[in-house]
Structures are given as C-alpha cells and as structure tokens.
C-alpha cells in the first residue's frame, strides 16, 4: 500500500459525513483487542471441599473429624 492509496473506498453511492464517520468509527471499534475475562471466583460449595488448615500425613484422617 502506497501512502497515496486510501484505506477505505466507497464503492456505490454517496455517503454523507456523518455516515462515513458511522462506518469508521464501527470499524475502529471492532479492530480493538478485547480484554482478558476476569478469573471467575469459586463457589463456596467449591471451597467446601477441602477444608483449609487440614494438612496430609500421619493422623490427618483424624485431625479431619475434630471440631475446629
């Protein structure tokens, strides 16, 4: 592409400024990267299954069953 040759040619018909700007600005918009979706946060039922403070080893199976 040469610095002479315009980016966007209409092909048919007369365009009004504005609707030129319409058509420009909706193609602004969709060239944009999208951001990144958030992390979406657990469920507490999703929590629930592994209790924090609750370490694997000798007696852990027991610890598991005491009140806290």
């Known amino acids: 592409m040469s610095a ?14 504005e609707e030129l700007a319409a058509l420009v600005g909706a193609i602004v918009v969709r060239s944009r ?3 990144a ?6 469920s507490a039922w999703a929590r629930s299954g592994r209790p ?7 007696g852990a ?3 598991s069953g005491l009140p806290r």
């Open 37 to 42: 979706p958030a992390p979406a946060a657990r």
């Open 52 to 58: 924090a403070g609750v370490a694997a080893g000798p």
């Open 4 to 17: 002479e040759e315009p980016l966007l040619r209409v092909v048919r018909g007369i365009p009004t400024a």
């Open 33 to 35: 990267p999208t951001a």
């Open 61 to 63: 199976w027991r610890a």
